[in-house]
């Protein structure tokens, strides 16, 4: 963990160094003035003479300065360096995340991966700069004063390593209870913040179903369950500070009666006995410090191994060294083709035998659970086989630069998502660098650019985040021009015109059928007359190939097909 953190200090490495290094400075021009002070009481004040009070008082006020001046530049840097380990942070975890394939996906949730690239970065910001700064000062700060201390009195130096004995014994304690709570304590603000995240997009179905106090009771269990795992904590944490509180207080009362004894026994003088009380203060604060950065520690270990986990997550799809950047042509093979989302489960497709030429247009259909969605994502090698072999162009879909072969298969998915930003730059994800009119002639394809014209502004028109502007069938026309513009030579529509009218559906692939012949289309559907003009349909049934034919071929011998083609004619002319 500790490796991989640590890598994403990259370019911050020097603010890096040079925080502890002006923390050095400040902290031994503090540790001075205590000296100082004891010289001018001792050698000064008691001595009466004037001229060495003003000597020795001139140099504590440059120790002052010299001190004052290192802490404000030890905290410029280490503000620096923190804030931007917690930017490349961010930046490597949300690259990462980007080439995750699916099944990576699968392993975490969306709020979980929210969770990990605020919070757990935040807590582990803190704890950066508290490490370079805090974490070297206060050490630092403890053995220069102990220094001290062995110089002026070595018996009583004594007091203060017991006291580091004890203290050191109650903070291991503390931290190894505090930690595997707070690993708990993360893991509910997930929830929480999944309960936030589904009930902010799904709000629209919360009021339409008037279940606002459902939704209010279920995120208060879910806030209290993260307050009741941070009480837990905290609840071990606050022992943290009586503990402290025995440790000071026990060495005041043991310095003042032993340095009480020594001075009325001539072996102390009372500037002495004062720097010793400063230099107590100073090492019982630093013991203090260290105690306090060890629960930010302790806290932040678990936001760090969580965001370790995502940086050395590796995708399951790797592309070969030598990987090929162009896809030939259209063309589709299974080859013998299984596949399970998770090993040792059932498999959701079994044995999969499919050969497609080249700018047909193959139809899609099956009962729910039919695996039609999972068949079309192996083809853009969004997850890969457990068995078998796919071929897009005569090549194994494994041989292909993942870029040039998902450029090259465009899908519209069952989810049609758009983001927020004009109708234009949505459309502009299927090609940065199309022209307006490439834009309008996708959308007049996939029948959206009458709709488009009429909005306000046009194709400058604002989508909302999720396209809650617009209906649904508006959204899947857009997707619809949006993946035209890629230009593929594969296009998978999943169930991608359902909330199309039969009318407008029969338009779309219409223009398929004219403008673009040479472009293999894939259409999953539930309705018979969206498919039944295809080249050919494939039946999917419990993850098998059920039947494979023309319209009319598996009409006259399939009865899967037979039987929704006569219940949804049946239900037309009714």
Not at 543 to 569: C, K, P, W
Request: charge should be neutral; include cysteine; aromatic fraction near 8%.
């Amino acid at each position: 963990m500790l490796k991989t953190l640590m890598a994403e200090i990259k370019e911050y490495k020097k603010p890096s160094l040079l925080a502890p290094l002006f923390v050095s400075i400040e902290v031994f021009m503090e540790i001075l003035i205590p000296f100082l002070m004891s010289k001018i009481v001792d050698m000064g004040i008691s001595e009466g003479n004037l001229k060495r009070v003003v000597i020795i008082g001139l140099l504590m006020i440059a120790a002052a300065c010299i001190s004052l001046m290192g802490g404000v530049l030890a905290g410029s840097f280490a503000a620096e360096a923190s804030m931007g380990f917690a930017k490349n942070l961010r930046e490597t975890m949300f690259r990462n995340i980007q080439r995750f394939s699916f099944s990576n996906l699968d392993k975490y949730s969306t709020s979980g991966l929210v969770t990990r690239l605020t919070t757990d970065v935040t807590n582990l910001q803190n704890a950066y700069q508290m490490i370079i700064r805090m974490c070297i000062r206060s050490p630092l700060m403890l053995i220069s004063a102990f220094v001290m201390t062995c110089i002026i009195r070595p018996s009583l130096a004594l007091v203060y390593v017991g006291a580091i004995i004890f203290l050191g014994v109650a903070l291991y304690f503390i931290m190894t209870r505090a930690h595997s709570i707070f690993t708990q304590v993360f893991k509910k603000y997930d929830d929480l913040n999944a309960g936030v995240q589904e009930n902010i997009s799904g709000i629209r179905t919360v009021k339409a179903f008037v279940r606002e106090d459902y939704e209010i009771k279920k995120f208060k269990i879910a806030a209290g369950n993260v307050y009741e795992m941070f009480m837990k904590a905290e609840t071990i944490l606050v022992s943290n500070m009586p503990v402290m509180q025995f440790t000071v207080y026990s060495c005041i009362l043991l310095i003042s009666y032993i340095g009480a004894r020594m001075i009325v026994g001539g072996t102390l003088t009372t500037g002495q006995l004062m720097s010793l009380f400063t230099y107590t203060m100073n090492i019982l604060m630093s013991l203090m410090i260290i105690s306090m950065a060890f629960v930010m520690i302790s806290m932040s270990r678990a936001s760090g191994e969580r965001i370790a986990e995502v940086i050395n997550e590796t995708t399951d799809l790797a592309a070969p060294t030598d990987s090929i950047k162009e896809v030939k042509d259209g063309s589709i093979e299974f080859r013998n083709v299984s596949f399970a989302y998770k090993k040792g489960r059932n498999n959701c497709l079994t044995n999969i035998n499919l050969n497609i030429k080249s700018g047909e247009t193959i139809g899609i259909i099956g009962g729910t659970g039919s695996s039609k969605s999972t068949l079309v994502q192996l083809i853009p090698r969004l997850y890969d086989p457990v068995e078998g072999e796919v071929f897009v162009g005569g090549l194994n879909v494994k041989s292909y630069d993942l870029d040039a072969l998902r450029g090259s298969v465009a899908m519209v998915l069952q989810k049609n998502v758009l983001f927020s930003g004009t109708v234009k730059e949505n459309l502009k994800w299927g090609d940065p660098n199309a022209t307006d009119e490439e834009i309008v002639k996708a959308c007049e394809y996939a029948q959206a650019h009458e709709f488009i014209s009429a909005m306000p502004n046009g194709y400058d028109t604002r989508i909302e985040q999720g396209g809650t502007n617009v209906s649904g069938g508006q959204r899947q026309r857009i997707c619809i021009a949006r993946a035209l513009l890629m230009k593929p030579r594969i296009l998978i529509l999943d169930d991608s015109t359902s909330a199309v009218d039969t009318k407008t559906d029969a338009m779309i692939r219409k223009a398929f059928r004219e403008e673009i012949p040479d472009t293999t289309k894939l259409i999953i559907a539930q309705r018979i007359t969206s498919v039944q003009d295809a080249d050919r349909i494939i039946v999917m049934d419990g993850g098998e190939i059920n039947g494979f034919g023309t319209h009319e071929e598996l009409l006259a011998a399939n009865d899967i097909y037979r039987e929704v083609y006569e219940s949804q004619m049946k239900g037309d002319e009714e």
